[in-house]
């Protein structure tokens, strides 16, 4: 299992470089636990994986990316951290372990959520090995994707839909900005900073708008079919919090049929790019095949 | 009065001009509407017109610092909602008004703090009348001031200390971060935009340090001596919250003394500084003379 390999390898590398961007011992004792505690909660680190593989399909080392991959996890913690909070979607467990501010009180949980934003700045802009150019354009696409036409239009959206019964379209459009967003960040960033052309990086941005979906359509199908220990949290939550879904809209086999679909059209586009995607195409099956 | 000519001018810009900046009809109705309600909320605008007022005390121009100057004001903004929610200060008014979460819930105003603070890094990105080198420059200044060495910080052992007994040290340690970093930040932006050399920088900020403390001096001085209506929150509630202020430790008449003292010592760095300085001496007296 080459991809495993190359998944284990860069979540290694990030988990490493994460942990010692964020940490300082002037820092703030529970301030920085509950950082640290968010930083430490595991995950599939699927985001700088892929910008790390973008890198690697355009002959680029790792290392040049390593800070803006990590600084793009800082940013997706720091989103998990404040969505799970009582007023937003009021979760207490997250991957099988208690949620920041069950843990370190809502105070923190928002302080230590605003710090990993502002900090994922400070990642990009301290990193070295870029250029200014390059920092300027990361750092831009990063807040367009992050800021209130991106992820927190997708969680407003979202927050404002409870209880409501969403079309297809609504569904698509909140999934987009919430998770969507992020993602195509993370694919156009190693783009730009291998140095992709404009062409390839209309061809990575097609990609990875079909991956988000098929991540969205997964994740979905794995609330009704999925193992609670494995996921990490109760299976049928969706259900039960009254959510529109793939499932609920299509039929389970209806949103399996879908996800194959946008994983077709994610390989379609990377074929277009006159590069070994061999790695890209296996996170496209990583996406279907996952178990949490 | 030039002073108040100056502020005058330099507000109506910095208001209007970020309301251009945070406005798109793309961002979703509630959002943009708690985002819109604390723009509008007002405020003294002090930090970028400071900003600006550095920025012509160099001889330039202040468009070149007005996008600068809006995203500190963003950030700025995104700290207030924070601080005033439930789980933090609770309060349910701020300059007379309903504070952001009594008006839109938790929730929304979670999320137009997140995003005010997204955007705050978009405004300097977007920013066509600076460079690269410059961008990068002053962000990476923002997002060390604003982040968990900073501003956060200072306002997660705000929260720590709270019904402690500080020591004059402590208290200090505090207000240097949480308000005084975003001030000297808007200092040295705007030095670093006017190509101020290191060791104007070193004055500025020393500056700007003073000033920082100053500004705290007084608003503990005016939670004493204020008037409710002017202040837009309820006279003595510092020392109802059993707070820990300037004039608790060194008596009413002490913290005046003090306040003379650091608005002299702001003077005296000024003196250093080879250029025409008299608006940022005014700005330091206004410090002292405001009553809110």
Do not use: W
């Not at 190693?190 to 390839?200: C, P, R, V």
């Amino acid at each position: 299992m080459l991809l495993d390999a190359f998944i284990a390898d860069k979540k290694k590398l990030v988990e490493q470089r994460l942990k010692q961007l964020a940490s300082s011992s002037s820092i703030p004792e529970t301030l920085g636990k509950a950082i640290m505690y968010s930083i430490d909660a595991g995950g599939k680190r699927l985001r700088p994986v892929l910008l790390l593989a973008v890198m690697e399909t355009f002959g680029c080392k790792s290392e040049k990316g390593l800070d803006t991959a990590c600084a793009i996890e800082a940013l997706h913690t720091y989103s998990l951290i404040h969505d799970d909070l009582p007023s937003m979607d009021n979760d207490d467990y997250r991957r099988g372990k208690l949620t920041n501010h069950k843990v370190f009180g809502e105070a923190f949980a928002i302080l230590a959520g605003d710090a990993l934003l502002t900090m994922s700045f400070s990642f990009i802009m301290d990193d070295s090995s870029l250029t200014s150019d390059e920092k300027v354009k990361v750092a831009a696409l990063l807040s367009k994707s992050a800021g209130p036409l991106g992820m927190v239009a997708g969680q407003a959206e979202d927050m404002e839909a409870e209880g409501a019964e969403l079309t297809a379209d609504q569904l698509q459009s909140i999934h987009e900005k919430k998770t969507g967003q992020l993602l195509q960040c993370s694919v156009l960033a190693g783009g730009i900073l291998s140095g992709a052309s404009d062409q390839e990086l209309k061809h990575l941005k097609a990609y990875a708008h079909a991956i988000g979906i098929a991540f969205q359509i997964k994740d979905d199908i794995l609330d009704v079919t999925g193992d609670e220990a494995t996921i990490g949290k109760p299976v049928g939550s969706d259900e039960a919090n009254n959510k529109t879904t793939y499932p609920k809209l299509f039929g389970l086999e209806g949103a399996k049929k879908e996800l194959t679909r946008y994983i077709g059209l994610a390989k379609k586009e990377l074929s277009e790019i006159g590069h070994d995607t061999r790695v890209l195409e296996q996170l496209a099956d990583y996406i279907i095949a996952r178990n949490h």
